[in-house]
């Protein structure tokens, strides 16, 4: 099979998925499947803006930590130079 074959072989394949994709997508169950997977979409949005959330609140617990830790070092470095 030479370059030009292949080439129209693909455009074939390519235009008949195509067209099979939008029967399938304009059918009821193709609707249906688009309904579920923007839900399915939205839930996921939601679950990681959750998780980020969650993460920036851990981020601001451990960086107070490091920074009362921090301030103890620098205040115990004082005294002992004083």
């Known amino acids: 099979m030479n ?7 693909g455009l074939i ?4 998925a195509g067209a099979a994709l939008t029967l399938f997508l304009g059918s009821d169950k193709g609707k249906e499947m688009v309904s579920k997977v923007q ?11 959750e998780k980020v ?4 609140t851990a981020m601001e617990t451990l960086l107070d930590k490091a920074r009362k830790v921090t301030e ?4 115990t470095s004082r005294e002992t130079t004083a």
């Open 3 to 9: 370059d030009k074959e292949k080439f129209l072989a």
């Open 13 to 16: 394949l390519g235009g008949l």
């Open 39 to 49: 839900s399915k979409s939205g839930e996921f949005q939601e679950d990681v803006k």
């Open 53 to 56: 959330a969650e993460f920036e």
């Open 72 to 75: 103890h070092f620098d205040d």
